[in-house]
T-cell receptor, first 114, second 113 residues
Framework: GDSVTQMEGPVTLSEEAFLTINCTYT??????LFWYVQYPGEGLQLLLK?????DKGSNKGFEATYRKETTSFHLEKGSVQVSDSAVYFC?????????????FGKGTKLSVKP | DTAVSQTPKYLVTQMGNDKSIKCEQN?????MYWYKQDSKKFLKIMFS???????INETVPNRFSPKSPDKAHLNLHINSLELGDSAVYFC????????????FGPGTRLTVL
């Protein structure tokens, strides 16, 4: 079945460091890809998404490009802030196969130190 | 205005009890979901409702029964609670299925003693 694999955490960075969180997927159809963020004690919020190959999603300085050839959707940010500390989830939605539910990776906890 | 709300935020109960978690969305969406997040933060879909009809039930024990009185509400009732049911439960909604964004509630932390 469809699945999402993302890098294990926790990831600890200093403020203004470059961030990459790797995400790869397996899907039989043509999934849409998402990054969700969960701040401490809160629910998930959509950070960015891409719905087809070569699309780039971006928001709040974060970017991810839908790479069909490598089945990847890595999250990047050029300069992280303390306020970016959260758990980041990569997810796919394959409405052709799984009736549209989101399949999540296991989450990567990011801690940014001042 | 809260888009997706859940009550209660925290729920502590004894094994064997029956409890309910309520979810409401004011976004006018036609699809609602329940997810379970375990202690390692892993999220898994439990149920999905589209226009009040169940469309997903991902091998959840039948002690869990979702109820959707209307398309703005999706409640989760759990019978005979077990220790392993301790988790954070998230409600979410979306307009349609597939590539659309899902909006999540703040979660309900259930602790079974």
């Amino acid at each position: 079945g469809d699945s999402v694999t993302q890098m294990e955490g926790p990831v600890t960075l200093s403020e203004e460091a470059f961030l990459t969180i790797n995400c790869t997927y397996t899907a039989t159809g043509y999934p849409s890809l998402f990054w969700y963020v969960q701040y401490p004690g809160e629910g998930l919020q959509l950070l960015l998404k891409a719905t087809k190959a070569d699309d780039k999603g971006s928001n709040k300085g974060f970017e991810a490009t839908y790479r069909k050839e490598t089945t990847s959707f890595h999250l990047e940010k050029g300069s992280v802030q303390v306020s970016d500390s959260a758990v980041y989830f990569c997810a796919l939605s394959d409405y052709g196969g799984s009736q549209g539910n989101l399949i999540f990776g296991k989450g990567t906890k990011l801690s940014v130190k001042p | 205005d809260t888009a997706v709300s859940q009550t209660p935020k925290y729920l502590v109960t004894q094994m064997g009890n029956d409890k309910s978690i309520k979810c409401e969305q004011n976004l006018g969406h036609d699809t609602m979901y329940w997810y379970k997040q375990d202690s390692k933060k892993f999220l898994k879909i439990m149920f999905s409702y589209n226009n009040k009809e169940l469309i997903i039930n991902e091998t959840v024990p039948n002690r869990f029964s979702p109820k959707s009185p209307d398309k703005a509400h999706l409640n989760l009732h759990i019978n005979s609670l077990e220790l392993g049911d301790s988790a954070v439960y998230f409600c979410a909604s979306s307009q349609g299925r597939g590539s659309t964004e899902q909006f999540f509630g703040p979660g309900t932390r259930l602790t079974v003693l």
